[in-house]
């Protein structure tokens, strides 16, 4: 023990031990008091002790498989020993590290390692975030183009810093936080829309998620490369949002390499990068878009992050792409997404409340819909008329509470089931998802008990938040 821990009084061990019990409460008293009520209502007001894996574990011992790995930043599960080892390592090493006057090694070999990844790209810049990754993007396509407006497709999420949020297609997020950058959103795949505005020639670029996370929907197929030829027409840049669909998430290292001939010019990643520990965003893009932006030594820090290429969110980074490498996550990733997907596609002719599954690699949406039998009918009616998603907060709930799977509703009036899995899931937890979906889903169509008890409360809850 050093000197300087002889001196503290601190114990983060006896802290939590102490404290750890007051987690709600604290959450309800000191941050965002919406968040501890929202999970008491829908039960997910639950004391999860350790985690491992693609597994969790309650103060009572019992496990719950994570369906939905921190919103994609667990893509290889929790705690995967060679990135906690990395870290162990980058700490003992006492490196000279946030100089801002020298140039560490770290940086540029995670660099070096993510442009293996897009050999069309040159640069790199770290971030701390997703959004700031967007962020990041957004200003180096308006400096390098010298035009103001950025395209992005409706129903898009960027992220909720206000450049990104300009971009973000959902009106829930945006109101009350206006002015916002002059941008204009476009349907995705309206090949149409995006040429109209690209001819006024004030485009700098146009953003897009290869798989919008919000609904879990595609971009149409040839859709990308056919945007990115018109925005090259145009002098704009094609920007790829791999935040949440890249490092291995649909199957490919990349979600835009689904289709041949797209080369993005600006490529944001950030979530699975940070192995789930240090948080890290990257935008990696062409050399002459760098070059333009940092054009002389007198704008060296135009653009920079106080934390940004730290060494520990760095050591994160070069361990995450060597265990991807080493396991063949993104082979996994295919492989346990197509069992997963043909699974739950399989049960469409069976449940008249199933109208979808979509996505690709282990980015899957099941997508609920009106029934055709008059009991379910009026039950789905009822639901509808408070408010829409309700049902799938219906499927949600007992999956937790019951079978002890850990998924997400895809968005706000969406009656979508995400599920983002970390990367490593194999048949087993395939096998125990597909089971607890298929319990649940007899239940719902059973049409009673405990499931329907739960949405008539769901309804109460809506129509008093009114």
Same mark, same amino acid.
């Given at each position: 023990?050093t000197?300087?821990?002889?001196?503290?009084?601190?114990?983060?061990g006896?802290?939590?031990?102490?404290r750890?019990?007051?987690?709600y409460d604290l959450?309800?008293r000191?941050l965002?008091?919406?968040?501890?009520?929202?999970?008491?209502?829908i039960?997910?007001?639950k004391?999860y002790?350790?985690?491992?894996?693609?597994?969790?574990?309650?103060d009572?011992g019992?496990?719950?498989?994570?369906?939905?790995?921190g919103?994609?930043?667990m893509?290889?599960g929790?705690?995967?020993?060679?990135v906690?080892?990395a870290l162990?390592d980058v700490?003992?090493?006492s490196l000279?590290?946030? +100089?801002?006057f020298?140039c560490?090694?770290?940086?540029?070999?995670? %660099?070096?390692?993510l442009?293996?990844?897009a050999?069309?790209?040159?640069?790199?810049?770290?971030g701390?975030s997703?959004?700031?990754?967007?962020? +990041?993007?957004?200003?180096? %396509?308006?400096?390098?183009?010298?035009?103001?407006?950025v395209l992005?497709?409706?129903?898009a999420?960027?992220?909720l +810093?206000?450049g990104s949020?300009?971009v973000n297609?959902e009106?829930?997020?945006?109101?009350?936080?206006a002015?916002l950058?002059?941008?204009?959103?476009?349907?995705?795949?309206?090949?149409? %829309?995006?040429?109209?505005?690209?001819?006024?020639?004030?485009?700098?670029?146009?953003?897009?998620?290869?798989?919008?996370g919000?609904?879990?929907?595609?971009?149409p197929?040839?859709f990308?490369?056919a945007a990115?030829?018109?925005?090259?027409?145009h002098k704009?840049?094609?920007?790829a949002?791999?935040?949440q669909?890249?490092?291995?998430?649909?199957g490919?290292?990349?979600?835009?390499?689904?289709?041949?001939?797209?080369?993005?010019?600006?490529?944001?990643v950030?979530?699975?990068?940070s192995?789930?520990?240090?948080?890290?965003g990257a935008?990696l893009?062409?050399?002459?878009i760098?070059k333009r932006?940092?054009?002389?030594?007198?704008?060296v820090l135009?653009?920079?992050?106080?934390?940004?290429?730290?060494?520990?969110?760095m050591?994160?980074?070069l %361990?995450v792409?060597?265990?991807m490498?080493?396991?063949?996550?993104?082979?996994?990733a295919?492989?346990t997404?197509e069992?997963l997907?043909?699974?739950l596609?399989?049960?469409?002719?069976r449940y008249?409340?199933?109208?979808?599954?979509?996505?690709r690699g282990?980015?899957i949406g099941?997508?609920?819909?009106k029934p055709?039998?008059?009991?379910?009918?009026?039950?789905?009616?009822?639901?509808q008329?408070?408010r829409?998603g309700?049902f799938?907060?219906?499927?949600?709930a007992p999956?937790?509470?019951?079978?002890?799977?850990?998924?997400?509703?895809?968005?706000?009036?969406?009656?979508?089931?995400?599920?983002?899995?970390?990367?490593?899931i194999?048949e087993?937890?395939v096998?125990?998802?597909?089971?607890a979906?298929?319990?649940?889903?007899?239940?719902?169509?059973?049409?009673?008990?405990?499931?329907?008890e739960?949405?008539r +409360?769901?309804?109460?809850?809506?129509v008093?938040?009114?």
């Amino acid at each position: 023990m050093t000197a300087a821990e002889q001196r503290s009084g601190f114990d983060l061990g006896k802290l939590l031990a102490g404290r750890g019990s007051e987690r709600y409460d604290l959450h309800a008293r000191y941050l965002n008091h919406q968040l501890p009520r929202m999970l008491h209502t829908i039960g997910f007001d639950k004391v999860y002790e350790r985690a491992e894996g693609a597994y969790f574990w309650d103060d009572e011992g019992q496990d719950y498989l994570d369906m939905l790995a921190g919103f994609g930043v667990m893509g290889l599960g929790r705690h995967h020993p060679v990135v906690r080892k990395a870290l162990h390592d980058v700490l003992d090493a006492s490196l000279a590290d946030l +100089t801002r006057f020298d140039c560490q090694p770290l940086p540029g070999l995670l %660099a070096e390692k993510l442009l293996g990844h897009a050999p069309h790209l040159d640069r790199v810049f770290f971030g701390n975030s997703g959004t700031e990754a967007v962020e +990041t993007a957004l200003k180096f %396509a308006r400096y390098a183009t010298r035009k103001p407006r950025v395209l992005y497709c409706e129903h898009a999420f960027h992220g909720l +810093t206000t450049g990104s949020l300009s971009v973000n297609g959902e009106d829930g997020f945006r109101d009350g936080f206006a002015p916002l950058l002059p941008d204009t959103a476009i349907a995705m795949g309206d090949l149409g %829309a995006l040429e109209r505005e690209l001819k006024r020639g004030d485009v700098a670029g146009f953003v897009v998620e290869p798989i919008q996370g919000k609904g879990v929907h595609e971009a149409p197929p040839g859709f990308l490369r056919a945007a990115q030829e018109l925005l090259h027409r145009h002098k704009a840049l094609l920007i790829a949002d791999e935040v949440q669909t890249g490092l291995g998430r649909t199957g490919d290292f990349f979600a835009y390499a689904h289709e041949d001939g797209v080369e993005p010019d600006l490529v944001c990643v950030a979530k699975a990068l940070s192995g789930g520990y240090v948080p890290v965003g990257a935008t990696l893009g062409k050399d002459w878009i760098f070059k333009r932006v940092y054009s002389s030594m007198d704008r060296v820090l135009v653009h920079s992050a106080s934390f940004g290429a730290n060494a520990q969110a760095m050591a994160a980074g070069l %361990a995450v792409l060597a265990v991807m490498e080493d396991e063949q996550i993104v082979a996994n990733a295919r492989r346990t997404g197509e069992l997963l997907r043909d699974r739950l596609t399989a049960l469409i002719d069976r449940y008249e409340l199933l109208h979808d599954v979509r996505g690709r690699g282990l980015m899957i949406g099941i997508e609920f819909g009106k029934p055709d039998s008059l009991g379910l009918r009026s039950r789905w009616a009822m639901l509808q008329t408070a408010r829409k998603g309700l049902f799938a907060q219906m499927v949600v709930a007992p999956l937790l509470q019951r079978h002890r799977i850990l998924t997400q509703v895809s968005g706000d009036h969406l009656e979508v089931i995400k599920l983002i899995p970390p990367l490593i899931i194999g048949e087993r937890e395939v096998d125990r998802f597909v089971d607890a979906f298929t319990a649940v889903m007899d239940d719902a169509h059973g049409g009673g008990g405990l499931m329907w008890e739960f949405g008539r +409360t769901l309804v109460k809850q809506a129509v008093a938040n009114r």
